[in-house]
């Protein structure tokens, strides 16, 4: 069975750092797309940023507007582990973040969907930015 552990969220001021990590199994990542989703109070669950191990280079790994040039993905395969490293945070990234596979092959597609009922979650981790 796929499982999902999040870690690595926190409480931090303004124009800190944190890296959340995602330990995985029971899967491949050869053959999922992985990413990372967020959530505020009252707001719609929105992808934050997503990756495949195959697709174009365009769409892969995806980053929404709003994070772009300040939060990376990376994986370490060995591991199968995902990381999201987060600079320059802000009030408004405030909210728990959600770490999700599927059998895609698009990260962009994984992200902007919302057509997620065959996604498997993680527990959720509370990130919270104080100005």
């Known amino acids: 069975q796929v499982q999902l552990v999040e870690s690595g969220g926190g409480s931090v001021q303004s124009g800190e750092s944190l890296r959340l990590s995602c330990a995985a199994s029971g899967f491949l990542f050869n053959d999922y797309a992985i990413g990372w989703f967020r959530q505020a109070p009252g707001k719609e669950r929105e992808g934050v940023s997503c990756i495949s191990s195959s697709g174009r280079s365009d769409t892969n790994p995806y980053y929404a507007d709003s994070v772009k040039g300040r939060f990376t993905i990376s994986t370490n395969n060995a591991k199968n582990t995902v990381y999201l490293q987060m600079n320059s945070l802000k009030p408004e990234d405030t909210g728990v973040y959600y770490c999700?596979?599927?059998?895609?092959?698009?990260?962009?597609?994984?992200?902007?969907?919302?057509?997620?009922?065959?996604?498997?979650w993680g527990q959720g981790t509370q990130v919270t930015v104080s100005s």
């Open positions: 999700a596979v599927d059998d895609d092959n698009s990260g962009r597609r994984m992200c902007i969907s919302t057509n997620r009922g065959s996604y498997f």
